[in-house]
């Protein structure tokens, strides 16, 4: 063991972290290389992110079992600042910058540059900053505030600040999750150059392509447990190929029966919108959806591909009861009626529900019980002269605990202590008793696991059998192709394209997806 | 077995309220015996209720605001106000009392009505529009009684707070019809929760052993009878007493099963998620204060009532003690949690405190300094509370 430590920089052995009634992490294996770009894959809620909390030492020493060895010496980190100091340096999914401060303060906060006495040292500061911004390339001043820059540019600052703490190990989670592809490409460029500098990276990512491209091996983690690690240069011949090693890594069998099987009948149309135009609630003047149409009929799942920004959230929520935007024009038809759908209690009257994307922000009152969060849309149906029947409340409540398989005991559990999977189902719990005729459900299946996913797919295909519409808003091409009947793409608040999912591939989708960028550029040059 | 495992339950799974009830018992035991049992004696105890009815009923409001997740400074100012108008009316104008009354509680509903607006039309948040509203409302009590005091109101409007309903069932040295309200009541109380029971295991929930549900029964009603007793053989049932009881059992079933009160709960749990789920929260937060006003002229009105005068100084502090009252009876500080009855037994903590302390001739300022380390150490204690439950996931 002892003479592996020149090449292996980390070492992390049988780590298991344990959550009350959860174990996130089993007999977790991981060795990193000095010197290389390591990925980490494996689908939401493996326990990436869990495992990189525990190596730098946001989830202490104690919490866990097992041994992180770096350099060949133990290491026990009870703090972020234990392993800062040792160099391992983690930079979070979610950025940590503070938006009204300027680049250079938030490079060294809490590492200010003083000098005698404790003042700050704003020379020193901005000039250290200046150095660190040019190591990154960005070419920005060290003054300007972070408000003032695109996701892109603060994915840059937050690097800058990693190696101003000479980083030795550099944690990525989702790096590029949030960037364009420009900005993906030159943070890429960022990393082979940390790696000729001898700064080692570790990167979670979804972007398989990007991992295929850039790292030198890869870890796969499933349900909790390393599965294996590989070396890319001998994984694959073709990006293709490395790509689909790493799928069948994750996924663990075979792809094809991810979703569920349907045969479709579309009966007659539910919903239909013409010319729906949407403004920026903030930015005068600004359109965010520019007169969509589209329709979703009875036993029916229609899906909005579009890229992120493209408008696919705003268009359902401005549809749910004007609840985004301002200057809402257009007209909505269901049931071939026009109807005029002012606020959300109209929208429900109307018959339409809408699931977000954000569960935990949107959907659900997370310190109260599964019972009160499912009744929490229908109370004029369980109410008389202004009282909850209380008793009926909770007969609603079981019925939806068993017919969606809601694990827990029983539904006086509240809604925090779910899982992912499971909160998502009391969310379409509370829609699904308010007895919409369409369900307009975005981001389904975000951030749950592979087997919830499955069922919620089957309940989608329930709705729809039951002559339900379904409006299905999603990031992943795979998941639109699996579970729906026909997609409308979206592409910069514009309906681009119509497709029938038996005709449609990924490619197609991701053509009309990006079309209309194209069509502007060529406009303005123009 | 069960019965174990039951106990277990009753002080960790619900520590959050069940330890309010505990600190309750141990702070009455604590200072009964500082006292020498004076504290528990007939005499204090009925002047206990009616030295604290006012900070109580501004509790029950003021727990609606907090839940909401929101926050009134202007009770206090609200009280004085209320009060005032009530006087210029009946001492100033020679007005009958009921017109004093009933302009008392109009004032409160417009004083909400006009909070309301700002805080849920407008969108400023409480904080702002009540600070400005404490000043505001002062300052127009002043105005109103052009800064004098106003005194005395008649006896018919002072018996609103200082009555006593006595001797309409014969009395032999203790007060009957006192004994019978308070029987009813626990027989209600008992059926009450004989039914919840029955509900509870139709619905397989789990339940305390059947021991320990009558154990808890029986206590309740020897602690609520002996009270009683107490006030039967002093001077039978204060009128404010039953315009508590009145408020609080209203205000336990508004906020526990109407929509109103679930609504309520919504907005202060996530609000994004209320608004999305069809709640009209702008209208909710606009009522909750229009209650709020109305709460607070009824105790506007019991202060005024009690000290037979309306004063320019009135009510100052009073917000204080009714939103420490929610805070000691477990009401979360970002809303979403909270029952009357907590801030109900949060408000009694407070009064047996002060009020032991005076008994034993404590001065003012330790009283202060013990009431402000209480109200600390019980948010300390939420604070705490909920770190423990959020480890625990």
């Known amino acids: 063991m002892a003479?592996?430590?020149?090449?292996?920089?980390?070492?992390?052995?049988?780590?298991?972290?344990?959550?009350?009634?959860?174990?996130?992490?089993?007999?977790?294996?991981?060795?990193?290389?000095?010197?290389?770009?390591?990925?980490?894959?494996?689908?939401?809620?493996?326990?990436?992110?869990?495992?990189m909390k525990v190596l730098s030492g946001v989830y202490p020493h104690g919490t866990y079992e097992g041994d992180i060895v770096l350099d060949g010496e133990t290491a026990e980190f009870g703090t972020i600042n234990d392993s800062e100091a040792r160099g391992v340096v983690i930079i979070h999914q979610e950025l940590a910058l503070v938006p009204y401060l300027s680049i250079a303060e938030n490079i060294f906060l809490g590492n200010e540059r003083t000098r005698a006495g404790g003042a700050i040292d704003w020379n020193r500061t901005n000039a250290e900053a200046a150095d660190l911004l040019a190591r990154v390339g960005l070419s920005e001043s060290p003054t300007t505030p972070i408000s003032a820059l695109g996701v892109g540019k603060q994915q840059l600052v937050e690097i800058a600040k990693a190696i101003s703490k000479d980083v030795r190990l550099l944690i990525l989670d989702e790096p590029t999750a949030a960037l364009n592809d420009n900005d993906s490409e030159h943070l890429l460029g960022l990393l082979r150059q940390f790696k000729e500098q001898g700064i080692t990276s570790i990167m979670i990512s979804h972007k398989l392509a990007e991992i295929a491209e850039i790292a030198d091996r890869t870890t796969i983690i499933r349900d909790g447990r390393s599965i294996e690690t590989f070396d890319m240069a001998t994984a694959g011949a073709s990006s293709d190929a490395i790509q689909d090693r790493i799928i069948r890594g994750m996924v663990g069998r075979d792809l094809d029966n991810r979703y569920p099987d349907r045969v479709s009948h579309p009966g007659e149309e539910v919903l239909r919108i013409e010319d729906w135009t949407v403004y920026h609630p903030t930015q005068t003047g600004r359109v965010v959806v520019d007169k969509a149409h589209l329709n979703v009929r009875a036993g029916e799942v229609v899906g909005i591909a579009g890229l992120m920004g493209a408008g696919r959230t705003e268009l359902a929520m401005s549809l749910f009861g004007r609840s985004y935007g301002r200057d809402i024009t257009g007209q909505a038809y269901i049931h071939g009626e026009p109807v005029d759908v002012h606020n959300v209690p109209d929208a429900i009257r109307a018959g339409i529900a809408y699931v977000s994307e954000d569960r935990k922000q949107y959907g659900l009152n997370l310190i109260e019980d599964i019972r009160r969060n499912i009744s929490a849309a229908g109370l004029g149906k369980l109410s008389k002269n202004g009282f909850v029947d209380e008793n009926e409340e909770l007969k609603v409540a079981e019925e939806y605990r068993a017919s969606m398989n809601i694990r827990t005991p029983n539904v006086l559990v509240e809604v925090g202590k779910l899982s992912g999977g499971n909160q998502q189902k009391v969310v379409l719990s509370k829609w699904l008793y308010t007895a919409p005729e369409v369900l307009i459900l975005d981001e389904p299946t975000r951030g749950i696991d592979v087997g919830a996913k499955y069922e919620i797919y089957t309940i989608i295909n329930e709705l729809v059998a039951a002559g339900k519409a379904v409006l299905v808003i999603s990031s992943e091409l795979p998941e639109l192709l699996g579970i729906c009947d026909r997609i409308y793409t979206l592409a910069f608040g514009r309906i681009t394209g119509e497709v029938d999912v038996p005709s449609a591939t990924q490619e197609g989708l991701m053509a009309l997806m990006t079309q209309e960028t194209t069509r502007e550029t060529q406009e303005t040059k123009a | 077995m069960t019965g174990i495992a039951n106990i277990r339950e009753l002080f960790t799974r619900n520590i959050r309220t069940s330890g309010i009830y505990i600190a309750f018992v141990a702070i009455v035991v604590l200072f009964s015996v500082l006292t020498d049992g004076l504290l528990l004696s007939s005499r204090n105890l009925t002047s206990l209720v009616l030295q604290f009815s006012y900070i109580l009923i501004l509790a029950i409001g003021m727990v609606i605001i907090i839940i909401g997740g929101h926050i009134d400074l202007s009770v206090g100012s609200v009280v004085a106000l209320?009060?005032?108008?009530?006087?210029?009316?009946?001492?100033?104008?020679?007005m009958p009392w009921w017109v004093g009354v009933l302009a008392a509680l109009g004032t409160g509903l417009l004083v909400g009505a006009w909070q309301g607006f700002w805080v849920a039309y407008v969108g400023i948040p409480a904080f702002i529009v009540t600070l400005a509203g404490m000043l505001l409302f002062r300052g127009l009590t002043l105005e109103v009684l052009n800064n004098v005091s106003l005194s005395p109101f008649p006896s018919e409007y002072t018996s609103i707070a200082s009555g006593f309903l006595n001797g309409l069932l014969g009395g032999y040295g203790y007060d009957t019809f006192t004994l019978v309200i308070f029987a009813v009541g626990v027989l209600g109380f008992a059926y009450n929760s004989w039914r919840n029971r029955r509900a509870r295991i139709a619905y397989n929930q789990t339940v305390e052993a059947p021991v320990l549900?009558?154990?808890?029964i029986v206590v309740v009603a020897a602690v609520v009878m002996w009270f009683a007793w107490n006030l039967a053989t002093y001077r039978g049932l204060p009128a404010v007493l039953i315009i508590l009881a009145v408020l609080v059992i209203a205000y336990t079933l508004i906020t526990k099963h109407s929509v109103f009160g679930r609504h309520v709960y919504a907005i202060g749990g996530n609000l994004a998620a209320a608004q999305l789920s069809g709640v009209r929260v702008k209208r909710v937060n606009f009522w909750m204060f229009v209650n709020m006003g109305f709460l607070a002229s009824i105790a506007g009105i019991v202060f005024s009532a009690r000290s037979s005068a309306a004063q320019p100084a009135a009510g100052n502090m009073f917000e204080l003690d009714a939103i420490a009252a929610c805070f000691i009876g477990g009401a979360a500080v970002t809303g979403g949690i909270g029952t009357v009855t907590g801030a109900m037994v949060g408000g009694l903590i407070m009064a047996v405190i002060s009020n032991g302390m005076s008994l034993m001739g404590v001065d003012q300022s330790t009283q202060q300094i013990v009431k402000g380390i209480v109200l600390l150490l019980a948010v300390a204690f939420d604070v705490w509370n909920k770190k423990r439950a959020s480890a625990a996931r």
Not at chain 1, 8 to 16: P, S, V
Not at chain 1, 21 to 34: I, P
Not at chain 2, 82 to 94: E, Q
């Open chain 1, 3 to 51: 003479d592996s430590a020149p090449t292996d920089i980390l070492e992390m052995r049988g780590i298991t972290k344990t959550f009350p009634g959860v174990k996130a992490l089993q007999d977790v294996n991981l060795t990193v290389r000095r010197g290389e770009i390591h990925a980490i894959c494996g689908e939401n809620g493996a326990g990436k992110s869990t495992l």
């Open chain 2, 82 to 94: 209320t009060g005032a108008v009530a006087a210029v009316l009946v001492i100033r104008n020679g």
């Open chain 2, 213 to 216: 549900f009558v154990l808890k």
